[in-house]
């Protein structure tokens, strides 16, 4: 599982934010475009990708995309 | 997690009552968190059935009168009734009493309340079908409805109203045979919650005081809902459940006509459908028409997207309920010579 993957598959999840906004250091719950819906798809794309469940503590504990992907190798 | 297996008992038909009253998502979605065609692309829900006219046991009423005369059952032949819902009509006395006279069914009639949601229709099922089978009664009508106005909440864009029937009959038959798998996980109970009302937070003024519910305001007697955390345990649990009554029946998501999910939302249940390995056709949807209607949705979805299918033809299916509670029940089962009434609009 690579950090830079993991980036633009969240990067995917969003429809009018640039990937360029996204890196590892975005605190991505502070993004204009960010909604419940998009919680919703990061956790079904985490899912499908890695096979990890994220529960709602784990969305609530990341602040960085960085800090998502640690919990999601976490639970590998 | 419990497997069970009831044998003796079919289900004769089902039936459906929704407000007639159309709410569209496009016109209605006032939220500062998304915009109508993101909740609409996500959800799947399109419009949903709301009225402040009906609680759900009227339209379970509604409902099970035009079962009743669609299947000629007289009303003395029906000796039990089971009233799954979450909104019942008052704290007490349970519903299913008021029902039976509603009904003008026979005092010699089984009368009880199951306080389940996404799950109940499976519960409900499990319950009835249990009667019939060990108890030496004939007919029995499951009905299973929701209509969230005491819980009322005017940016919950998830919910439709509709109440719905399922008529059971005891046949001794061993090839009627239903198969279940049922569980629960109580360290969720949280996740969808109306925490003020009961006996453990009972009522008081400051129960309608609004406060801040994840940016939303709200008070106490509404109920909130921990999307992530549902989202968690229907996308993870649910495939589960379903591949595992699949394995004890030695079959495959292939050898099933159709797996009717609880419509919980677009993004869920595709998951799940994908996950089990099942194909679009196999996989029935009503959530664009009606929204999330809890227990009612499982039976709702085959009324409205089923009729004129399946009913002279033996066909099988996986129903699967999930949420609330939070509680999962999955059913196989088969049926044949079925009746399903056209949809009650009220």
Redesign the interface.
């Known amino acids: 599982m690579e950090l830079k993957d993991f980036i633009e598959n969240i990067a995917a999840q969003f429809n009018d934010t640039d990937a360029s906004e996204i890196k590892e250091d975005t605190v991505f719950k502070e993004l204009d475009e960010w909604s419940s819906l998009i919680a919703l798809s990061v956790i079904a794309m985490v899912d499908e990708e890695y096979d990890v469940t994220l529960q709602g503590d784990d969305m609530r504990a990341a602040n960085t995309i960085e800090e998502l992907y640690q919990i999601v190798k976490g639970k590998l | 997690m419990s497997l069970l297996a009831i044998k003796g008992v079919r289900i004769a038909g089902f039936s459906a009552g929704v407000p007639k009253q159309i709410v569209s998502k496009i016109d209605s979605i006032n939220s500062s968190?998304?915009d109508a065609s993101?909740?609409i692309e996500?959800?799947g829900i399109k419009e949903v059935r709301v009225s402040d006219d009906f609680t759900a046991s009227d339209l379970c009423l509604a409902a099970a009168e035009k079962l009743l005369q669609d299947l000629g059952w007289e009303k003395d032949s029906v000796e039990g009734i089971f009233f799954v819902s979450q909104h019942p009509d008052y704290i007490l006395p349970a519903t299913s009493c008021i029902l039976q006279e509603r009904m003008g069914l026979s005092k010699e009639c089984y009368a009880m309340d199951i306080s389940l949601g996404c799950s109940g229709w499976v519960y409900g099922l499990n319950a009835a079908a249990s009667v019939l089978a060990g108890h030496g009664m004939k007919r029995a009508l499951l009905l299973g409805g929701d209509a969230r106005k005491r819980a009322k909440c005017d940016f919950d864009p998830l919910f439709g109203f509709a109440g719905t029937v399922t008529a059971l009959e005891y046949t001794g038959l061993d090839e009627d045979e239903m198969r279940f798998h049922l569980g629960t996980d109580g360290s969720g109970y949280d996740a969808l919650i109306i925490p003020d009302g009961g006996s453990r937070n009972p009522a008081t003024v400051d129960s309608f005081k609004m406060e801040e519910v994840?940016g939303k305001m709200m008070h106490r007697m509404q109920a909130r809902i921990?999307?992530?955390?549902v989202?968690?345990f229907s996308?993870?649990i649910v495939p589960k459940s379903i591949k595992k009554l699949m394995a004890e029946e030695g079959k495959s998501a292939a050898d099933y006509d159709y797996f009717v999910l609880h419509q919980a939302n677009t993004?869920i249940n595709e998951?799940i459908r994908k996950k089990i390995k099942a194909m679009p056709e196999q996989v029935p949807y009503s959530l664009h028409e009606f929204g999330n209607t809890s227990m009612a949705s499982i039976p709702l979805t085959i009324v409205t997207q089923l009729k004129g299918k399946v009913e002279s033809k033996p066909t099988s299916y996986i129903a699967c309920g999930f949420g609330v509670g939070l509680s999962w029940g999955t059913v196989s089962f088969r049926t044949n010579r079925l009746v399903i009434s056209d949809l009650v609009e009220l």
Not at chain 2, 226 to 229: F, L, T
Request: charged share 35%; proline share 0%; net charge negative.
């Open positions: 968190d998304y993101e909740f996500k959800t994840d921990k999307g992530m955390d989202f968690s996308i993870s993004m998951m």
